[in-house]
């Protein structure tokens, strides 16, 4: 098994929304990527940020922004979060059609893109897209809220990624989402995970940045196992 070094991935849901701009910049000389959760009270019931929102960040933060839409519709939407600005562009697989052809339009667009599974939504249907894609989001949760309790049983996903992923020879980071915290992050790790998002475990800490370099040593000591 070869995973790539890991990316801690600070989610902004779980942020002051009143000082966003500082929130942000309280992780900036630690985190890897900024999580940021786009959902629209009808793919999930949570209504959170969306594109503007995005658009004034950017101008606040040289990290870069890993957008997670949990939306309907997302070939309206995705491209718009890239000529945003954004790294890298996850979508569901749930809500799109023709995911191999959305992430072309995103590569297009200068932005990686990203394919997201949800919780009871079965992962070897979906194996043979990998190569279309430069990240595999897998929910240790239902999708939708954050401050869930992590499902250890998702972690099946993660194993039968990273086992396709290396018998592939692939370039694809295999992200998980969901109750990632110091005492969740290493099982993860060890299940082929390299992308790691974190929300209540960083901006729930009394100092976000040192929750950030503590999850990724935590990441970086698991070792990964077939």
Same mark, same amino acid.
């Given at each position: !098994?070869?995973? #790539?070094?890991?990316?801690?991935?600070?989610?902004?849901?779980?942020?002051?929304?009143?000082?966003?701009?500082?929130?942000?910049?309280?992780?900036?000389?630690?985190?890897?990527?900024?999580?940021?959760?786009? !959902?629209?009270?009808?793919?999930? #019931?949570?209504?959170?940020?969306?594109?503007?929102?995005?658009?004034?960040?950017?101008?606040?933060?040289?990290?870069?922004?890993?957008?997670?839409? !949990?939306?309907?519709? #997302?070939?309206?939407?995705?491209?718009?979060?890239?000529?945003?600005?954004?790294?890298?562009?996850?979508?569901?697989?749930?809500?799109?059609?023709?995911?191999?052809?959305?992430?072309?339009?995103?590569?297009?667009?200068?932005?990686?893109?990203?394919?997201?599974?949800?919780?009871?939504?079965?992962?070897? #249907?979906?194996?043979?897209?990998?190569?279309? %894609?430069?990240?595999?989001?897998? !929910?240790?949760?239902?999708?939708? %809220?954050?401050?869930?309790?992590?499902?250890?049983?998702?972690?099946?996903?993660?194993?039968?990624?990273?086992?396709?992923?290396?018998?592939?020879?692939?370039?694809?980071?295999?992200?998980?989402?969901?109750?990632?915290?110091?005492?969740?992050?290493?099982?993860?790790?060890?299940?082929?995970?390299?992308?790691?998002?974190?929300?209540?475990?960083?901006?729930?800490?009394?100092?976000?940045?040192?929750?950030?370099?503590?999850?990724?040593?935590?990441?970086?000591?698991?070792?990964?196992?077939?």
């Amino acid at each position: !098994m070869t995973v #790539p070094p890991p990316i801690v991935a600070p989610s902004i849901l779980a942020a002051d929304f009143a000082c966003l701009a500082d929130e942000v910049r309280a992780v900036e000389d630690t985190a890897d990527w900024l999580h940021v959760d786009v !959902m629209d009270n009808h793919f999930v #019931p949570n209504l959170t940020i969306g594109l503007p929102v995005v658009q004034s960040l950017r101008a606040a933060t040289t990290l870069p922004f890993d957008v997670h839409l !949990m939306i309907e519709d #997302p070939r309206r939407w995705a491209p718009g979060y890239a000529d945003a600005g954004a790294y890298n562009v996850t979508f569901h697989v749930e809500a799109c059609d023709d995911p191999v052809a959305l992430a072309k339009d995103l590569r297009s667009a200068g932005a990686k893109a990203g394919l997201a599974i949800d919780r009871d939504t079965p992962i070897e #249907p979906y194996l043979d897209l990998l190569p279309s %894609f430069d990240t595999l989001l897998i !929910m240790t949760i239902k999708a939708g %809220f954050g401050g869930q309790r992590f499902i250890p049983n998702l972690l099946d996903k993660v194993r039968t990624a990273r086992r396709h992923v290396d018998a592939g020879h692939l370039e694809v980071r295999i992200e998980v989402d969901g109750g990632i915290a110091a005492d969740t992050i290493a099982e993860a790790a060890e299940a082929g995970a390299d992308a790691f998002v974190a929300g209540t475990a960083v901006y729930g800490a009394d100092d976000p940045a040192e929750a950030v370099r503590r999850l990724r040593s935590l990441a970086r000591g698991a070792e990964p196992r077939a």
